[in-house]
T-cell receptor
């Protein structure tokens, strides 16, 4: 089946620094990828839709200047958390629909971000 | 708009017990329905899906039937195992939405030996 990878799986950074998370579709091309944030009570919050070759579409309440998304190619989207603060600590997950009938998504394994 | 409501957890069962996790939805169109599973420390994996009314999705002993009349997609398994312990998410997706999905809040299942 389709595979989506994320890197890094875990990152610890100091407050005020920026962190980049990569999401790759390994065996299919994805013109669209999605970025989620998962809170401790396990609910998934859609942050933005990453569009290859154009600007990302952010959900209401998500700061686009803080969470920079770049979809540089048909297999790679990046999420950069800029000037990270402890409240940004979370589990970030990306996904991509492989374009199959039924619109399921394939998820990356997630990135655990801890901001000290 | 679109929404998914699923049974609140946590759910704790003994091994070999019967499992039901309820899921209902509202949608502006004709959605595809999914159950995803998340094991500890991992991303989500597709467990099963159904794309039209009365379809039954099944995988690893889990089943769910797309009920349009009750707008439901309840997840069932006849005999759970310890390895089924995970968080289960019900979700819907509209064909017009380029794969964008709406998720329920997730239900944590713990199966004890």
């Amino acid at each position: 089946g389709a595979v989506v990878s994320q890197h890094p799986s875990r990152v610890i950074c100091k407050s005020g620094t920026s962190v980049k998370i990569e999401c790759r579709s390994l065996d299919f091309q994805a013109t669209t990828m999605f970025w989620y944030r998962q809170f401790p009570k396990k609910s998934l919050m859609l942050m933005a839709t990453s569009n290859e070759g154009s600007k990302a579409t952010y959900e209401q309440g998500v700061e686009k200047d803080k969470f920079l998304i770049n979809h540089a190619s048909l297999t790679l989207s990046t999420l950069t958390v800029t000037s990270a603060h402890p409240e940004d600590s979370s589990f970030y997950i990306c996904s991509a629909p492989p374009g199959l009938a039924g619109n399921e998504q394939f998820f990356g394994p997630g990135t655990r971000l801890t901001v000290l | 708009g679109n929404s998914v409501t699923q049974m609140e957890g946590p759910v704790t069962l003994s091994e070999e017990a019967f499992l039901t996790i309820n899921c209902t939805y509202t949608a502006t169109g004709y959605p595809s329905l999914f159950w995803y599973v998340q094991y500890p420390g991992e991303g989500l994996q597709l467990l099963l899906k159904a794309t039209k009314a009365d379809d039954k999705g099944s995988n690893k002993g889990f089943e769910a039937t797309y009920r349009k009349e009750t707008t439901s997609f309840h997840l069932e398994k006849g005999s759970v195992q310890v390895s089924d312990s995970a968080v289960y998410f019900c979700a819907l997706s509209l064909n017009t939405n380029a794969g964008k999905s709406t998720f329920g809040d997730g239900t944590t299942l713990t199966v004890k030996p």
